[in-house]
């Protein structure tokens, strides 16, 4: 059996980058029973998508994207696509007999991501969601103070993920603002990053209870281009947007905790604001990714005088990753966090063990986003279904 696995990914924007790099950087810090192989990069604009391989060290291209998946030479299927293709194209790689890694969120809706976890667990493949934040060091290193009972019983955690890319009206209406193409707006964006890692750290989410509001209801079209940016068509054709620019909601958890969430894309200042503070009866902690090495942490055991957050830079050997990178505190940066992923995938395909985050992560992220919206639509709380 080869060590070699061959990848190949559909979509070369903003995470095709962050993934490409990822695959080419993790051996160099990582010593995993399998090597990544750039085989196939695929896209619909075949120039476009020729000059990405080029750059990213991709064999070859390709433009439809069922043949990369028939491909007997592909391993692993990494999809970055828009929100409204993961399922089909999850779904076909999976029953085609290749690994999956998908982008977030894992559906369009719930129906999708029900059948898409389904197909995932019958498959007997590695199938794993890319909620890269879980692993910042110090991110690991927060979820281990919490499992060791370091701040005792859980009873609060604040999340917001702010942004301020979309606060010109001007910014074109692009697939990012289309309910049809991406389900929910500033919700599944980037709020699904701040359930998952709620999850990870506290545990499940059993009621919500929310308000979704869009703030400018029409746009000029056009297309994104690169990271967060677009472009106007040149047309002056204006369209509806038709998902949140904010999500605000309350949550309860199974372990008795209580939470707040907030996500925008109208925070002016804030770039990339993901930041959490959860409080215990022992202590608390803060994590902001814009400063992601670092973790503060409080302990209400200090004695008095001296209590108050203390600062960890979570680059020290004993930190999750850290001792792959360089002597403490030399930071790291956000595409080390794809790294860390890639790593815990490729071990998996190697031990024939399911990494986390899985397709039912992505599931239950995705019932929490359906109870947020309904929430809101229906203006009362409402409890989380779960389906298994």
């Known amino acids: 059996m080869s060590n070699q696995i061959n990848i190949g990914m559909i979509g070369y924007k903003f995470m095709g980058k962050a993934h490409s790099l990822a695959y080419r950087n993790m051996p160099f810090y990582f010593k995993t029973g399998k ?3 750039l085989k196939t990069l695929c896209g619909r604009n075949e120039q476009e998508v020729k000059q990405a391989a080029t750059n990213w060290g991709f064999q070859q291209t390709e433009t439809d994207w069922k043949k990369v998946i028939e491909d007997p030479e592909i391993d692993l299927i990494d999809i970055v696509t828009p929100n409204h293709l993961h399922a089909e194209m999850a779904i076909a790689a999976l029953e085609a007999g290749k690994h999956v ?15 898409m976890e389904e197909v995932a667990r019958k498959s007997g493949k590695i199938a794993m969601i890319c909620h890269n934040y879980r692993f910042a060091p110090a991110v690991q290193y927060a979820k281990k103070l919490i499992d060791e009972g370091k701040l005792g019983k859980i009873r609060q955690v604040r999340a917001t993920y702010l942004q301020d890319w979309l606060m010109d009206p001007e910014f074109p209406l692009t697939w990012r603002l289309d309910k049809e193409v991406t389900g929910t707006g500033a919700l599944g964006d980037i709020g699904a990053h701040s359930i ?5 750290l506290i545990g499940e989410i059993t009621d919500v209870v929310s ?3 869009t703030f400018i209801k029409e746009r000029p079209t056009g297309d994104m281009v690169q990271g967060l940016s677009a472009k106007k068509n040149q ?15 309350l949550a309860k958890f199974e372990n008795g905790a209580i939470g707040t969430f907030e996500s925008s894309r109208f925070a002016g200042g804030n770039k990339n604001g993901n930041r959490f503070e959860i409080n215990g009866e022992k202590g608390s902690i803060k994590w902001d990714l814009e400063n992601m090495n670092l973790l503060e942490v409080y302990f209400e055991g200090d004695e008095e005088g001296l209590k108050g957050f203390r600062t960890i830079n979570c680059t020290e050997e004993i930190h999750p990753y850290a001792s792959a990178y360089w002597p403490s505190g030399h930071i790291i940066g956000y595409e080390h966090t794809f790294i860390n992923l890639v790593k815990d995938l490729f071990d998996g395909i190697d031990n024939q063990t399911q990494p986390k985050p899985d397709f039912i992560d992505g599931l239950r992220n995705q019932e929490v986003l359906h109870a947020v919206e309904q929430s809101s639509l229906e203006n009362s709380w409402k409890s989380i279904d779960t389906v298994r």
């Open 101 to 115: 890694i998908c982008e977030k969120p894992l559906a369009l809706n719930l129906e999708q991501a029900i059948k």
């Open 211 to 213: 308000l979704l509001e």
């Open 235 to 249: 047309n002056t054709e204006m369209g509806q947007v038709t998902v949140d620019d904010a999500a605000l909601f």
């Open 196 to 200: 998952d890692l709620a999850r990870f």
């Open 35 to 37: 090597t990544p192989v």
